[in-house]
């Protein structure tokens, strides 16, 4: 059984930082792409970052890039993201999402994930 589980949310003041970690477990065949989501309150979903693991390409939604990073851990088969200079706007849900090879889709699509993390609360105070 696939699991995601997510780990390192919590509270910060505006301009702090703050470390994600996915563990992902459970994989019969290892993830082509795996990111972040974030959903806050009353907004629609929206990808944060992703990770091709095969080169380590990366991507970064626009209001996140140069504060955001994301990283892999391959022998812990484990997914990082490090937030720095918190905003109170990036206050969400942030979600590990992982897809399988040859789903189709951009990498901010939720659609084009196959797996879901249950999610970390991240609150950012001004």
């Known amino acids: 059984q696939v699991q995601l589980e997510e780990s390192g949310g919590g509270s910060v003041q505006a301009g702090g930082s703050l470390r994600l970690s996915c563990t992902a477990s459970?994989?019969?065949?290892?993830?082509?792409?795996m990111g972040w989501f974030r959903q806050g309150s009353g907004k629609e979903r929206e990808g944060v970052a992703a990770?091709?693991?095969?080169?380590?390409?990366?991507y970064y939604a626009n209001s996140v890039r140069g504060r955001f990073t994301i990283s892999q851990d391959n022998y812990k088969n484990t997914l990082y993201l490090q937030m720095s200079s918190l905003k109170p706007e990036d206050s969400a849900m942030y979600y590990c999402?992982?897809?399988?090879?040859?789903?189709?889709?951009?990498?901010?699509?939720?659609?084009?994930?196959?797996?879901w993390g249950q999610g970390t609360q991240v609150t950012v105070s001004s």
């Open positions: 999402v992982a897809r399988l090879p040859g789903r189709l889709g951009d990498w901010d699509a939720p659609f084009a994930y196959n797996y």
């Open positions: 990770i091709y693991r095969g080169t380590g390409a990366t």
């Open positions: 459970g994989f019969t065949y290892r993830p082509a792409y």
